[in-house]
């Protein structure tokens, strides 16, 4: 059979795929275009796709025979599942793999967001580094803290889990409870209200869907502590970026952590101009690791869904009942 591949994925991928079929992979180091990737995918089986790509009902309707959707992702939010399931296309995702990378990348941001590590690597380059100073880059304290996480999956419990060495109070926010945290950490099931209230950190790990759109807005904001630090690691729509920008300019919270953006690759200019918000550019699962069994994971995925069969991550198992 023949599969399109919208982007070159580390080689293990791409080996298994090409002993069983035959594939195209985009040539370009950059993102297609939505009329790139169609072209690409016209005659084709299989789409092995990334977050960056809108796999939307056009594409998808595009091309008849297409019969299998494998996201080189975690989150499918790009994805337009509800349209491949009624067509009986089956669409994976990569789980699992990427949950500690993600989690490593979560408390990077949170370590330099509080210790200032960005701001102290750029005052030392330029040269102003004079000498040790009492008052100089004062951060947060972690250890014995109170750690929010919004979004107790996967991710949210590993980076949870992670705090171990820091002593912290756990608070979460679930549709259900977490018996790992509660049990290991002694963590506590709350409200939003209360976690953005009591937290000194508060970490998202939420997928993107319509009610968690702007989940954290101004007023949410607001009920945060100045000594605050927030961090997104999981989809930037999650945040109102416009009034994160006021709060981190304004002093209602300490700093911010993000890898993910509200219009990316687009970053809000204004959070560029400030010291007191981390960036990096998604790049939370890219360890070698994780972007290997990643490549591999989404080849299993599309190998299995190619013989009809349900892919081991399939996000629409429905289709196979
Ligand atoms: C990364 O953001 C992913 O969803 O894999
Ligand atoms: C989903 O993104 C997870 O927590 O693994």
């Known amino acids: 059979m023949k599969i399109f591949v919208t982007r070159k994925i580390p080689e293990p991928g791409l080996i298994l795929l090409r002993k069983e079929h035959e594939i195209e992979v985009n040539p370009y180091d950059r993102v297609l275009t939505k009329k790139e990737i169609m072209q690409g995918l016209k005659g084709k089986?299989?789409?092995?796709?990334?977050?960056?790509?809108?796999?939307?009902?056009?594409?998808?309707?595009?091309?008849?025979?297409?019969?299998?959707?494998?996201?080189?992702?975690?989150?499918?939010?790009?994805?337009?599942?509800?349209?491949?399931t009624k067509r009986g296309i089956s669409v994976s995702n990569t789980p699992g793999v990427l949950t500690d990378a993600t989690a490593e990348m979560a408390w990077s941001l949170l370590f330099s967001a509080t210790r200032h590590i960005v701001e102290g690597d750029k005052f030392t380059r330029s040269g102003k580094f004079k000498g040790w100073d009492p008052m100089l880059l004062l951060g947060q304290g972690i250890t014995g803290k109170t750690l929010g996480i919004i979004g107790a999956g996967r991710i949210g419990t590993c980076f949870a889990l992670k705090s171990k060495g820091f002593n912290m109070k756990i608070l979460y926010v679930d549709g259900k409870t977490d018996d790992t945290l509660e049990n290991e950490l002694g963590a506590k099931k709350v409200t939003l209200d209360t976690l953005l209230k009591k937290s000194d950190f508060i970490s998202l790990h939420i997928p993107l869907l319509s009610s968690t759109h702007h989940l954290i807005g101004e007023q949410e904001l607001r009920m945060?502590?100045?000594?605050?630090?927030?961090?997104?690691?999981?989809?930037?729509?999650?945040?109102?970026?416009?009034?994160?920008?006021?709060?981190?300019?304004?002093?209602?919270?300490?700093?911010?952590?993000l890898d993910v953006y509200e219009n990316e690759p687009h970053v809000e200019k204004e959070l560029l101009k400030l010291n007191n918000v981390i960036l990096q550019p998604h790049s939370a699962s890219a360890t070698v690791e994780s972007r290997t069994k990643m490549a591999i994971m989404a080849a299993e995925n599309m190998l299995t869904g190619l013989k009809g069969e349900m892919p081991p991550n399939c996000v629409n198992p429905d289709i196979f009942n």
């Open 45 to 84: 089986d299989g789409l092995l796709c990334l977050l960056t790509d809108t796999i939307d009902e056009e594409v998808i309707s595009s091309e008849p025979k297409l019969k299998m959707i494998s996201s080189y992702a975690v989150g499918y939010n790009n994805i337009d599942v509800k349209e491949a």
């Open 224 to 257: 945060m502590k100045k000594t605050a630090v927030l961090i997104n690691t999981s989809r930037g729509p999650v945040i109102d970026e416009k009034a994160l920008v006021k709060a981190l300019k304004n002093g209602w919270i300490f700093g911010a952590g």
